[in-house]
Nanobody, 123 residues
């Protein structure tokens, strides 16, 4: 099994920045791509960003492209989400995710989920 623990959420003003972290533990050698999803109140969970095991391939939702950057440090089994130019519509619970196979998490559901961290952007 793999455990994912997010950190770094909080309250920020519009235009500000936050950096989320997600530390993986357990059978981390079984996971390949990692990524982030988010769920706003009253909405379905949506894909945000994906990064391959090597970090050489990244994908983003159109709504965050150019503002968010995903990265990973395999030595620390940690994935990051740098969020800049935050908007009130970015307010959501952000979930870290991981897969056992090298597929795009925007189209193939993750195998593992974190518990989520709240991000609130005030206007």
């Amino acid at each position: 099994q793999v455990q994912l623990v997010e950190s770094g959420g909080g309250l920020v003003q519009a235009g500000g920045s936050l950096r989320l972290s997600c530390a993986a533990s357990g059978r981390t050698r079984s996971i390949y791509p990692m990524g982030w999803f988010r769920q706003a109140p009253g909405k379905e969970r949506e894909f945000v960003a994906h990064i391959s095991w090597s970090g050489g391939s990244t994908y983003y939702a159109d709504s965050v492209k150019g503002r968010f950057t995903i990265s990973r440090d395999n030595a620390k089994s940690t994935v990051y989400l740098q969020m800049n130019s935050l908007k009130p519509e970015d307010t959501a619970v952000y979930y870290c995710a991981a897969k056992r196979t090298a597929q795009h998490m925007g189209v193939s559901s993750p195998d593992y989920w974190g518990q989520g961290t709240q991000v609130t952007v005030s206007s």
